[in-house]
């Protein structure tokens, strides 16, 4: 079995501040993790995976993650913020690296960027 | 990355009525393709998994003849909801994969029953 709690449902930063988005997760295996982002009525676009390799992950638009097994967390990080981030962000757990395998979402977390 | 196309972005019916939804990897072979629905402000909840050629296994609590799904060949997959109301009113999302690389995500389709 497998879970994932997104501990924020919402966060607000300042426009040029660092993000945090929590993310932890529970797991029988070595899963595979995952961040989307969703802008409003849009599909998802993958921002970066781990798959057993690094255990810190960059991804695109300047964000990055770390996988912490001790922890179970998957946070993901931007050092600085930018008005196109405001979206919603999606946490995502999966027992393998293979894409035909069910994925667990969290419930996500929406971002809202102050000018 | 590879493309995964929805068809139509955005469709309104009456009650009562039948709509179809297309799913379509553009670029790559997809052996597998996952049905998402996503009410406002939620997360996706996963509605049924389908391979090529086979059945689509539906989860708990998704009505298989309410919601059917067609995985006809290798980039196609549809999903007809029949008999569409009003609590049917969703977003709904494909994804597709061939069985060693990542899920790749449709755009979604608004479905609006009046």
């Known amino acids: 079995a497998q879970s994932v709690t997104q501990l924020d449902s919402h966060v607000s930063v300042s426009e040029g501040t660092p993000v945090l988005l929590r993310c932890n997760y529970s797991s029988s295996y070595s899963p595979s993790l995952f961040w989307y982002v969703q802008h409003p009525n849009k599909g998802l676009q993958l921002l970066l995976k781990y798959t057993s390799a690094a255990t810190l992950v960059k991804g695109i638009n300047g964000f990055e993650a770390e996988f912490k097994k001790s922890e179970t967390s998957f946070h993901l990080t931007k050092p600085s913020a930018h008005m196109s981030d405001a979206a919603e962000y999606f946490c995502?757990?999966?027992?393998?690296?293979?894409?035909?395998?069910?994925?667990?979402f969290g419930t996500g977390t929406r971002l809202t960027i102050i000018p | 990355g590879a493309v995964v196309s929805q068809h139509p972005s955005r469709v309104i019916c009456k009650s009562g009525t039948s709509v179809k939804i297309e799913c379509r990897s553009l670029?790559?072979?997809?052996?597998?393709m996952f049905w998402y629905r996503q009410f406002p402000k939620q997360s996706l909840m996963l509605m049924a998994t389908?391979?090529?050629?086979?059945?689509?296994?539906?989860e708990q609590g998704v009505e298989k003849d309410k919601f059917l799904i067609n995985h006809a060949s290798l980039t196609l997959s549809t999903l007809t909801v029949t008999s569409a109301h009003p609590e049917d009113s969703s977003f709904y999302i494909c994804?597709?994969?061939?069985?060693?690389?990542?899920?790749?995500f449709g755009p979604g389709t608004r479905l609006t029953v009046l």
């Open positions: 389908s391979n090529e050629g086979s059945k689509a296994t539906y």
């Open positions: 995502v757990v999966s027992p393998t690296n293979f894409g035909n395998e069910k994925l667990t």
């Open positions: 670029d790559f072979q997809a052996t597998t």
């Open positions: 994804s597709a994969s061939h069985s060693y690389n990542e899920q790749f």
